[in-house]
């Protein structure tokens, strides 16, 4: 029976198994519909720049073998997604800490802002 199973497994599995890669294909897409929802609400850079580094491993995981190209594609959309969300974050953070910033006079005391012991 395990023997039956096995074999049964790699049929289906098979890269010629149209079917089965399109059914691939199709539960790749909905999840990688399911994870760019999850991206938007992420707004730390440093944990969008792991998430960049952890799915670039995975992809090229999955892009060793024909089976899993389907995943591959999926998760290289995550990536492009995660990548768009870091820069939107990015030019956020940007335009908020330093294109608005309004220097105080105790920001410019630098002589004295040096000094040990200096509080703003």
């Known amino acids: 029976p395990a023997q039956q199973a096995a074999s049964l497994a790699s049929q289906v599995m098979a890269e010629d198994n149209a079917e089965f890669q399109?059914?691939?294909s199709t539960l790749c897409?909905?999840?990688h519909?399911?994870?760019r929802r999850g991206l938007v609400s992420i707004h730390d850079l440093?944990?969008?720049c792991q998430i960049v580094s952890v799915l670039r491993e995975e992809r090229s995981l999955a892009s060793s073998s024909p089976t899993t190209m389907a995943a591959a594609?999926?998760?290289?959309?995550v990536i492009v997604d995660a990548q768009e969300r870091l820069?939107?974050?990015a030019n956020t953070a940007l335009?908020?800490?330093v294109v608005r910033f309004k220097a105080t006079p105790a920001d410019l005391d630098y002589p004295d802002r040096l000094k040990p012991g200096?509080?703003?």
Request: overall charge positive; proline content about 0%.
């Open 22 to 24: 399109q059914l691939l």
């Open 29 to 31: 897409s909905s999840l």
């Open 33 to 35: 519909r399911t994870v």
């Open 46 to 48: 440093d944990t969008l």
């Open 73 to 77: 594609r999926a998760i290289s959309a």
């Open 87 to 89: 820069i939107f974050c």
């Open 95 to 97: 335009t908020k800490e």
């Open 118 to 120: 200096y509080k703003a």
